[in-house]
């Protein structure tokens, strides 16, 4: 029968034997350049607690031990939900350990390497953690100077992250207390400030670079920066601008990315000032709760069960579409029931997606909340896929993807080749090179659905389009709003008052009704402002995210300022108006109450009406600075160049 216990390392007897009485080592569970850590039980109190022992040969050489014995007075002196503790700093027989608790799991590191990137959700949540923690070290003078993900354990029971290993960080006051403190460089590369990187003075923001490149890391799988050795890496670090989250991460929240991106900006001064500032900057939009009520469970079910519609009623067309014309060109019978059996087919899979739309509705959810609800199950299911097939895509996705394109582009260009002399020789590359392209094309659809959710990423866009509006449009027709049933449920704050004002308006004396009657309408007006200047609110944060920062060491840094300063102008004006829409509706919801109270009046009420019908007055300016907006998204998506009205290019 094998042991419990694995064969111990060469430290583990005599430190066991030094321990004895107070200490019970299991085994070595982790060990870094300054430290072997091991998995003990602390007898006095039966608790498992991890012990980091300098080894001796270190301790041997000259300001190491002390240097160690700071790290270790340095953390236990914090006491925060988001740092592992420090329970007891010692000195037995030679050995110099300090012990902390022991966190059941792994790190933030092992999490990504085992099953990639995080979901936004997880990620933001693990990222606003160790901002906090970081902030208040900050606050008590402690730089950490190695935040990386190894540094960062994630508790298993709960998913919290807690901070660890202050092993190279200093007390701010002590910095210059000597020559070594300054000029050496310590921490990872890969995640490492630029600061840092030449050997100068470090602070919070310097910590804050290196969370940045974690949350990089951590929503994308990829560090900023990658090279043939540590010196290569900080040499990027220190004279490379870092590209923009959004071009390795696109489904990273906007916010969340312009926050990441400014904290990877070269000088401190333009980065956060401290943890804080950092996870203020990260609040996650507030969607959907973790437990989906059933209403929008059925939504993301018969979503994805709509294809199998559309696929019965396309084989339907093809097979009905040559009989309709055929029976139109010799004159039988039967032409005007096939006509009707085509539009059928046609209109069956527009009146499922009403439908769709319309029990969503009645059931007091909006399309945000389905749009929401579904990013959330496509995040889960993609965690899913990256954990069983790996990376999404491979050497063989980029073989396949050049034959498609390959093939398309001969049969593309030999076909007027073919048309002009149709020998057997063209015909052959013709038909070959688009077999080639086809086949490939079908081949990589079947591979890109077998290593991600390609149907949900589609149906999101779909939902979040032009034709999808429209289709919860048409649902909408003569039905009366409800507020969900199921608490727990996000809803923006104009759906809020919106709704209470309609339930208020409901509760009123049937005359009373008849006399505010426009009322609903001038609410709903209201709702729709807010909420359509909302989503240009986020619009124009997901613009700013592409765009990049305007950090002075990037290419075209003054056209980038430029670009950015007129989307900032649009969304800002967006803002206003979102604040002018809710401020109307909040009106009229305490005019009503009034009313119910006793102390309004129509009168009064209905001057309220009309001065909010003249907010949206002011709406086509803004839609036209977001029409200006999505121009400059398309030309940057069409041509890598951004320009703005004023003239003026530059490239991104």
């Known amino acids: 029968m094998p042991s419990p216990f694995p064969d111990p390392v060469p430290e583990f007897l005599p430190l066991q034997t030094a321990l004895a009485g107070r200490y019970s080592i299991e085994r070595e569970i982790g060990r870094g350049g300054m430290g072997i850590v091991f998995l003990a039980r602390e007898v006095a109190l039966d608790r498992l607690v991890a012990l980091k022992l300098l080894p001796p040969d270190m301790a041997a050489r000259p300001g190491l031990k002390e240097r160690f014995l700071q790290e270790a007075r340095t953390a236990a002196g914090l006491s925060h939900p988001n740092i592992v503790p420090i329970f007891a700093v010692d000195e037995v027989d030679g050995f110099v350990f300090f012990a902390m608790a022991y966190v059941e799991g792994g790190t933030l590191g092992d999490r990504i390497r085992d099953r990639g990137p995080l979901s936004n959700s997880e990620a933001v949540r693990l990222l606003r953690e160790v901002a906090w923690a970081l902030g208040y070290a900050h606050l008590q003078g402690v730089v950490h100077r190695d935040v990386k993900p190894d540094n960062i354990l994630l508790e298993q029971a709960s998913g919290r992250a807690l901070v660890t290993d202050f092993?190279?960080?200093?007390?701010?006051?002590?910095?210059?207390?000597?020559?070594?403190?300054?000029?050496?460089?310590?921490?990872?590369?890969?995640?490492?400030?630029?600061?840092?990187?030449?050997?100068?003075?470090?602070?919070?923001?310097?910590?804050?670079?290196?969370?940045?490149?974690?949350?990089?890391?951590?929503?994308?799988?990829?560090?900023?920066?990658?090279?043939?050795?540590?010196?290569?890496?900080?040499?990027?670090?220190?004279?490379?601008?870092?590209?923009?989250?959004?071009?390795v991460a696109p489904h990273a929240p906007p916010g969340v990315a312009i926050a990441l991106d400014r904290c990877l900006r070269k000088d401190p001064d333009q980065r956060f000032s401290g943890g804080e500032a950092l996870a203020d900057a990260l609040i996650p939009d507030l969607e959907i709760d973790r437990e989906l009520p059933l209403p929008l469970r059925v939504f993301i079910k018969q979503t994805r069960e709509f294809e199998s519609t559309l696929t019965w009623c396309a084989l339907g067309l093809m097979l009905l579409s040559p009989l309709l014309a055929t029976t139109i060109v010799i004159g039988t019978g039967g032409s005007v029931g096939l006509a009707l059996s085509l539009a059928g087919?046609?209109?069956?899979?527009?009146?499922?997606?009403?439908?769709?739309?319309?029990?969503?509705?009645?059931?007091?959810?909006?399309?945000?909340?389905?749009?929401?609800?579904?990013?959330?199950?496509?995040?889960?299911?993609?965690?899913?896929?990256?954990?069983?097939?790996?990376?999404?895509?491979?050497?063989?996705?980029?073989?396949?993807?050049?034959?498609k394109l390959g093939g398309l582009a001969v049969a593309g260009l030999s076909l007027p080749w073919l048309i002009a002399d149709d020998t057997v020789l063209r015909a052959i590359i013709f038909t070959s090179s688009f077999n080639t392209g086809v086949i490939a094309s079908l081949f990589q659809e079947v591979r890109a659905r077998a290593r991600g959710d390609v149907m949900g990423e589609r149906w999101i866009r779909f939902w979040k389009g032009r034709l999808g509006r429209a289709f919860f449009k048409l649902g909408s027709l003569r039905l009366k709003r409800v507020a969900a049933a199921i608490s727990g449920i996000h809803r923006p704050t104009e759906v809020v008052i919106g709704l209470e004002a309609d339930r208020l308006f409901e509760e009123l004396p049937k005359e009373t009704r008849s006399s505010l009657g426009g009322l609903p309408d001038t609410v709903k007006a209201l709702e729709d402002d807010a909420q359509a200047m909302r989503r240009q609110v986020a619009e124009m944060d997901g613009v700013l995210a592409e765009i990049g920062d305007d950090d002075p060491s990037r290419p075209s840094a003054e056209e980038r300022?430029?670009?950015?300063?007129?989307?900032?102008?649009?969304?800002?004006?967006?803002?206003?108006?979102?604040?002018?829409?809710?401020?109307?509706?909040?009106?009229?919801?305490?005019?009503?109450?009034?009313?119910?109270?006793?102390?309004?009046?129509?009168?009064?009420?209905?001057?309220?009406?009309?001065?909010?019908?003249?907010?949206?007055?002011?709406?086509?300016?803004?839609?036209?600075?977001?029409?200006?907006?999505?121009?400059?998204?398309?030309?940057?998506?069409?041509?890598?160049?951004?320009?703005?009205?004023?003239?003026g290019e530059g490239e991104a």
């Open 167 to 247: 092993g190279i960080a200093v007390l701010a006051e002590d910095e210059d207390a000597g020559a070594e403190a300054t000029t050496v460089v310590q921490g990872t590369a890969e995640f490492m400030s630029p600061e840092q990187a030449k050997g100068g003075e470090v602070d919070a923001r310097s910590d804050l670079y290196s969370l940045a490149c974690v949350g990089y890391y951590a929503l994308s799988g990829q560090v900023p920066f990658t090279g043939a050795s540590p010196a290569a890496i900080l040499g990027m670090h220190l004279s490379r601008p870092a590209p923009g989250l959004a071009s």
């Open 345 to 403: 087919l046609v209109g069956l899979p527009m009146v499922s997606l009403v439908r769709m739309a319309r029990r969503l509705l009645r059931s007091g959810f909006t399309l945000d909340d389905g749009t929401a609800a579904l990013l959330r199950d496509v995040e889960r299911r993609e965690e899913e896929y990256r954990f069983q097939v790996g990376k999404r895509v491979t050497w063989m996705d980029r073989v396949v993807r050049a034959l």
């Open 561 to 647: 300022a430029r670009v950015r300063s007129s989307v900032e102008a649009t969304r800002d004006d967006a803002r206003k108006k979102l604040r002018e829409a809710v401020a109307a509706l909040e009106t009229i919801r305490l005019g009503l109450l009034y009313m119910h109270a006793g102390s309004g009046t129509v009168e009064s009420l209905t001057m309220e009406l009309k001065a909010a019908q003249g907010i949206s007055d002011d709406m086509e300016q803004l839609l036209a600075g977001h029409r200006e907006v999505e121009r400059i998204l398309e030309e940057r998506r069409r041509t890598g160049v951004f320009t703005i009205v004023t003239g």
